[in-house]
C-alpha cells in the first residue's frame, strides 16, 4: 500500500433512527462557542427533555465551551427549578 493511502470498509450497524431537529443560524456568529453555550441553555431551559449535540471545530473549542457551559449551568443551580445539563465532551 503506498503511502498516505487509507482503506476504510464500510460498515453498517442496525438498529433504529429516530427524528431529528437540526437548528442553524441565521447570521454569521463572531464567537461560535457563545452562541452555541446561549443556544445549548435556551433549548435545556424552553425545550421538553431530550438530547442535544452540538458539533465544535476542534478539541480546544469543545473543551472551552465544556468549560463555559459547565461555569453557567453552576451559576444556574441556585434555581430550584433549573433543568439539569449532562455535558459529555468527545
Known amino acids: 500500500m503506498p503511502d498516505g493511502v487509507l482503506l476504510r470498509e464500510s460498515l453498517r ?26 443556544q445549548a441553555l435556551q433549548m ?25 457551559l459547565a461555569k453557567k449551568m453552576d451559576k444556574l443551580s441556585d434555581w430550584n427549578d433549573a433543568p439539569s445539563l449532562l455535558v459529555l465532551p468527545m
Do not use: L
Open 13 to 38: 450497524i442496525p438498529g433504529r433512527t429516530f427524528p431529528v431537529d437540526s437548528y442553524f443560524s441565521k447570521t454569521a456568529q463572531e464567537d461560535y462557542e457563545i452562541a452555541v453555550v446561549k
Open 44 to 68: 435545556n431551559f424552553n425545550s421538553p427533555p431530550g438530547h442535544m449535540i452540538s458539533f465544535m471545530m476542534g478539541q480546544e473549542d469543545i473543551e472551552s465551551t465544556h468549560q463555559a
